[in-house]
């Protein structure tokens, strides 16, 4: 049946709701939904603010020349981050984070002012240096062989001693745009970035907290984790320790999942500002390694002041000022303000036309305020894109195969807009990345480019649809003839040679005065599948059915060999897939006689007065259906005639004689196809040798000496049918001989 429009858009959507999943999840989909889709997405949202916990000091080329040092600020004494630290300590910092590696002593009065004060305020964090470096591949190894391994280079064991904890921050640099930072680095061990030290230090203060939820997860943490956050920089320090916590949290098993409803209970303990924060930190140590940046803006979106701002008495008195600093985590660290002074800029959405960038400690204090408000981009679910992705082929499938072009182009326009104003709104309030440049720029206009090119192609595929309603009942070489000229109905009779196959089942008028006529049409629809399937898979052509009885034929120019062999093995598997078939339906079985026959016939439209019949006319179909009914005197069910078997390979036969059957005037000699396996023991050595001697003695006239033969063929095989019809046939004529001109030929009235 043709499928209407509400079935090609219901493939339509199936096909690009598949297209449109496999894109999204592969490699590829991601890194143009990421370069493009998120980009998008950003640009649509525009600047969000940021939390008001995190602050950034700007070690900027301004304060080096208020304050006349040089512009490399790693020469700056060092006593001048002493008395920075000290004031933004006045102020109330929460946490001073340095994106500034302290790598070598200067001198020594001033490094220990600065080691003392980073001592005396305790909640200090130093960057130290990530590098990849070259070594051999192993112990033992010839050298020849090397592989890339991170280095950590800590600050000066002064500061790094009087520090609270120290980690590093590495950064994918330019040309790939900045997009994701790392929590964790697994190719150093696991060790926690800068900005997740931060926020573990920040919330020192609930440890108690996070330790209920780790015996949550892992009951038996006591071992490895401190039970108190005041023993944690004492015992095994806070970078070790969150290590500690993070392989716990990947240990956690599916079966911890029944934890969550009480982890929350415990998060809720909090004040509401601090249940984020111990949101977030737990969804860095339950996450993967690293995270998707929620960008806030362009640089200096996050309150950023001068390093001599700070230092400057006068400024801390300013309300402003003072109340962004205190309890805030204070990020230290060269935020260019301008692309001249920029040392370290990283590509990013917000990177500006005039070459700005943001900055790493501008980066690194993003993504800590991501983390401490627990709202990192996160992509949407497979299950919530596939859902999307789903939404977006339908909408459109619907529209553009139900309504005309212009209304369904304007339509997919006006959904494409809703969709993108939905994820927008969504990412803006909730940080949800969906799927864009999929559903939009492939997805829509795939369907709607579908349905075009289905609509151009409409009288063409309508023809088609008509030529395969008409092949169900009629030769494909004819469907041709009649799509291109109707005349074809009275002149499109065709002479050719065809190898003709006839089946009926026995027990059939039993079973359909037994059945209902829908049980019954039941019924013969599954047999006919498998007597269809076997002839199709041999390509040959289905003529006609008449109730229980079919006809089928391998037409060609003239004798084909191949042409035969496909039908010998139709009809053997036909016997076998009949068998299966009443296997399965023991209360119902149909066995099946087949007979075969080849010769030339005509094929033809038959009939009269607006109704017509293509069909086969000639001696060769009634031969074939005689010879299909020969198998009932001899007790077969698969007989073919010399016609078909010779020339075949590959096909065992027997023999079985010569044959006047009813209504003919010439006789046929006719073989037993025989299935696979046949071939075998006792059947082996009765059909290759008794019965064919037994056969030659029946034809030179000596019928006491057959009937002997066939007497052992039968001792052999009672079952077998050739053998008692002419131990039967011998017995006929011992008492009524044939005339002394026979030939051979057994006459069959019927």
């Known amino acids: 049946m043709a499928m209407n429009q509400s079935g090609r858009a219901l493939v339509c959507t199936v096909l690009f709701t598949l297209v449109g999943v496999f894109l999204i ?71 001073v984070v340095f994106d500034i590696h302290f790598a070598e002593t200067r001198d020594p009065v ?111 943490c006591a071992a490895t984790v401190p039970s108190d956050g005041s023993e944690v920089p004492n015992t095994i320090g806070l970078v070790d320790t969150m290590r500690r916590i993070r392989s716990l949290c990947l240990q956690f098993s599916e079966s911890g999942r029944d934890a969550a409803g009480r982890i929350e209970q415990t998060v809720r303990l909090l004040p509401a500002p601090r249940q984020q924060q111990l949101r977030g930190l737990l969804a860095a140590y339950l996450g993967e390694n690293s995270i998707h940046i929620d960008f806030y803006g362009p640089p200096a979106t996050i309150p950023t002041f001068s390093y001599h701002d700070i230092l400057a008495d006068r400024n801390l008195d300013d309300p402003r000022i003072g109340a962004l600093i205190k309890d805030s985590v204070v990020f230290v660290g060269a935020a260019g303000t301008s692309w001249s002074e920029q040392q370290d800029g990283f590509y990013t959405v917000f990177s500006q036309a005039d070459g700005l960038d943001l900055s790493g400690v501008e980066l690194a204090a993003t993504v800590f305020a991501n983390l401490s408000e627990n709202r990192p981009v996160r992509q949407v679910s497979t299950a919530t894109g596939s859902g999307l992705t789903l939404a977006a082929a339908l909408t459109g499938s619907l529209a553009c195969f139900l309504l005309p072009p212009l209304p369904a182009a304007l339509l997919l326009v006006g959904c494409g807009a809703s969709y993108l104003m939905v994820v927008a709104a969504w990412f803006s309030l909730a940080g949800a990345w969906s799927p864009i440049v999929v559903p939009l720029a492939v997805l829509l206009p795939g369907v709607f480019l579908a349905a075009m090119v289905t609509r151009y192609l409409g009288a063409r595929r309508e023809r088609e649809h008509i030529e395969k309603a008409f092949r169900l009942y009629l030769p494909d070489a004819v469907v041709q003839e009649l799509s291109r000229d109707l005349s074809f109905i009275t002149t499109g009779d065709r002479t050719v040679y065809g190898v003709c196959l006839l089946s009926d089942a026995k027990n059939y008028t039993a079973l359909s005065e037994q059945l209902t006529p829908t049980e019954l049409s039941a019924l013969m629809k599954r047999y006919f599948e498998q007597l269809f399937r076997q002839v199709n898979e041999q390509e040959g052509l289905v003529c006609n059915i008449v109730g229980d009885a079919m006809f089928a034929l391998w037409p060609s120019a003239g004798p084909q060999r191949a042409l035969k062999e496909k039908a010998c093995r139709a009809a053997v598997q036909i016997q076998t897939a009949v068998q299966r078939f009443n296997r399965e339906h023991s209360d119902r079985q149909l066995p099946t006689r087949v007979g075969l026959h080849a010769g030339y016939l005509l094929m033809g439209n038959i009939g009269a007065e607006g109704h017509f019949e293509y069909a086969p006319v000639g001696d060769i179909v009634n031969t074939a259906s005689r010879i299909e ?114 030939e051979g030929v057994i006459r069959l009235e019927k």
């Open 25 to 95: 999840e592969s490699p590829f989909g991601q890194m143009v939904e990421e370069r493009f889709g998120l980009a998008l997405l950003f640009r649509l949202r525009g600047v969000r603010e940021p939390p008001s916990n995190v602050v950034i000091v700007n070690v900027d080329h301004r304060s080096s020349w208020m304050l006349g040092l040089p512009k490399q600020f790693d020469r700056w004494p060092r006593l001048l981050f002493a008395r920075l630290l000290d004031r933004l300590v006045t102020a109330g910092a929460a946490v």
């Open 110 to 220: 001033n490094d220990r002012v600065f080691a003392e004060s980073i001592r005396r305020f305790g909640r200090v964090v130093l960057c130290e240096k990530l590098v990849r470096r070259s070594g051999n591949a192993g112990p033992g190894s010839s050298g020849q062989l090397s592989a890339e391994v991170d280095e950590l280079i800590p600050p000066a064991p002064i500061f790094a001693d009087a520090a609270l904890a120290r980690a590093p921050f590495p950064i994918p640099k330019i040309p790939v745009r900045v997009s994701r930072s790392w929590t964790f680095k697994s190719s150093a061990g696991g060790i926690p970035t800068l900005p997740v030290v931060a926020l573990q230090v920040m919330a020192l203060e609930d440890y108690e907290h996070l330790y209920r939820v780790l015996r949550l997860l892992v009951p038996d």
């Open 629 to 742: 009914g020969l198998n009932k005197y001899l007790g077969t069910w698969l007989i073919a005639s010399r016609e078909v078997v010779e020339g075949g390979d590959g096909i065992d036969s027997r023999y079985l004689g010569r044959f006047l059957l009813g209504g003919k005037s010439k006789s046929v000699s006719v073989f037993e196809l025989l299935p696979p396996g046949e071939l075998c023991g006792k059947r082996r050595l009765l059909i290759t040798e008794i019965f064919p001697e037994g056969l030659e003695l029946f034809l030179q006239g000596r019928w006491q000496d057959a009937a002997a033969v066939f007497e052992q063929a039968c001792a052999l095989d009672s079952k077998d049918g050739p053998s008692q019809f002419y131990l039967r046939r011998c017995a006929l004529y011992r008492q009524d001989s044939p005339p002394e001109d026979w």
